[in-house]
Structures are given as C-alpha cells and as structure tokens.
C-alpha cells in the first residue's frame, strides 16, 4: 500500500533506535474539518495495517507548525489528541526542521 497522493506521502525513518512510518499531511482542502477526518481516518488505516504485519514500526502523522496552532491547539484538535493514540510530528517547512514529537 502506497500513500504517494499530492503533497502526502508515506516515508519510514528511524527515531533514535526506534524504527518509524511518518504519513506528511498538507490539510490544503477548502474544510480543515474535512481534511482533519480524512487525515485521521488513514491514520487509523495505517496503524491498523502495521499491527496486522506485526510491523514493529511506530506511526507517526507529520505536520506543519501552522496546520497544528490552526487545528490541533483547537479545543477538537486537543479532544482528539487526548481520546486518540495519535502521534504528531510539528515541522517547520521553511527551515525544514521538526520542532515538536508528540507521543
């Protein structure tokens, strides 16, 4: 399964020795809502996938610094944050460096 589609894609990497899958989401839809439940979805997708290969790869949903004070400093952005097992990765793409790993 590939996640190659616009400005998403799906890259592995690895956190110090920890080995990860990092899905980039770009939230550039005409509703952040709607982009928000998209992106929430292949998340679930995704970490479902990897536990069924018995992947021992970490999830990880990476996003821009704006994306993240615009809808996961929200009051539903932190709701989702508190009731999903969901890890963030913040990134500045002008200096193209990661400013934030939420776990």
Do not use: C
């Amino acid at each position: 399964m590939y996640a190659d589609l616009g400005a998403e894609r799906l890259i592995s990497a690895k956190k110090n020795l920890q080995k990860i899958v990092v899905e980039i989401k770009s939230f550039v839809g005409h509703s952040e809502t709607y982009d928000l439940q998209q992106a929430l979805g292949q998340y679930i997708m995704y970490k479902e996938i990897l536990q069924e290969q018995h992947s021992e790869r970490l999830l990880y949903m990476a996003v821009n610094d704006i994306t993240y004070q615009s809808i996961f400093s929200t009051e539903i952005g932190q709701l989702l944050l508190a009731k999903q097992p969901l890890r963030l990765i913040i990134f500045d793409e002008h200096n193209e460096v990661i400013t934030q790993w939420i776990n």
